[in-house]
């Protein structure tokens, strides 16, 4: 299947040039087939208190059609990149990957001749379900934000939609979050924080100046990114991109707009919390309800906290074994002292 490489397009921010061979060169590590593939964090943007992502462990996220496929071909090619469970064989990497968790299957700390990788793999069915319904809101969190793509799918490939979609979901999900008034830079920020409301690695090993580190010096790219999706909500929100004021309405009719545009899982979660109290109301009441509550944004904010929680959980214990032992604790020794050193920095100033 043809694919376009080092392109560019609305949903993802330009290639950086300075940083081209250095990722022609990763690609080529790797088996050619991918459908999708980008490279996100500190390794792929400078982030805010950083001179250059030089150094920085440079994080992929690999799309595949078939696992298996996959992963036999790069055990050939890359057999010192996995841990011993690589012995199992590349059906049993597959099924380990597309069963448990969120559907990645991570190779972390993998030498190359810049530094280190960090990659993840997953299948465009799973990667569908969860831009389109945020059924673990893992890669999907990972693309509210600017991304680097290295690798687009083709233009009739079922994940361009999908792709679309999950930055409406995303942009519905932070309105119902914010209030009425708000500046450019919050509005960011919480789309950029979705994806860490209710992971517990926010609390134990993750830097927690991360959000704002991200969003400040991207503001430029949040603003490309979400740039196209402001039209279709004229008769709700309104940007200024003057003034970065953004100004919307918070009435029921406007949060029952939002909330029937949320994803599945999202939309699944606040009915069943809602009905907790044994006395069951469909979706439509309980948005009708919900939509006059005062504590409506609290609802969908415990909705996408209780999805993080759950995928970050299992995707963090998949990680040991995917790792090795010995991997998993040097990566979680240099995600809490990273965690550290932000804290020390808070202490200072």
């Not at 376009?4 to 088996?31: E, G, M, N, W």
Request: hydrophobic share 40%; with cysteine.
């Amino acid at each position: 299947m043809a694919t376009s490489r080092l392109s560019s397009v609305r949903l993802f921010c330009d290639t950086p040039l300075a940083l081209t061979d250095k990722f022609r060169y990763i690609l080529s590590l790797f088996p050619q087939d991918l459908v999708f593939a980008f490279s996100y964090g500190s390794g792929a943007f400078q982030q805010h208190g950083q001179k250059s992502t030089e150094g920085n462990v440079v994080d992929l996220i690999l799309v595949v059609e078939d696992a298996e496929t996959f992963h036999r071909s790069n055990l050939e090619r890359n057999w010192k990149h996995y841990s011993s469970i690589k012995y199992l064989g590349p059906h049993a990497l597959a099924s380990f990957q597309e069963k448990w968790g969120a559907r990645v299957y991570f190779n972390t700390l993998v030498p190359y001749k810049h530094g280190l990788l960090k990659y993840g793999v997953i299948s465009s069915s799973a990667l569908i379900v969860d831009l389109f319904d945020w059924e673990w809101m893992y890669i999907s969190g990972r693309l509210h934000k600017p991304v680097m793509p290295l690798i687009l799918p083709n233009a009739d490939h079922p994940l361009r939609s999908a792709l679309k979609q999950n930055l409406q979901n995303a942009i519905h999900t932070a309105l119902l979050l914010l209030p009425d008034t708000f500046q450019e830079e919050t509005l960011y920020e919480t789309l950029a924080g979705l994806s860490y409301s209710g992971d517990f690695r926010m609390s134990f090993g993750e830097d927690r100046h991360k959000v704002k580190n991200i969003v400040r010096p991207q503001i430029d790219r949040f603003r490309e990114l979400y740039a196209s999706y402001w039209p279709g909500l004229a008769a709700y929100a309104e940007f200024n991109s003057s003034t970065g004021r953004c100004e919307q309405d918070t009435s029921p009719a406007a949060r029952i707009f939002h909330l029937n545009l949320l994803p599945k899982k999202i939309q699944q979660t606040i009915v069943h919390e809602w009905n907790r109290d044994g006395r069951w109301q469909d979706v439509e009441d309980v948005f009708r309800a919900a939509a006059h509550d005062t504590e409506c944004p609290e609802l969908v904010k415990e909705a996408v906290q209780r999805t993080v929680k759950a995928s970050s959980w299992t995707q963090s214990l998949k990680g040991i074994p995917t790792a090795g032992f010995i991997k998993a604790i040097r990566y979680g020794f240099a995600k809490v002292k990273k965690m550290w050193k932000s804290l020390k920095k808070t202490d200072d100033s």
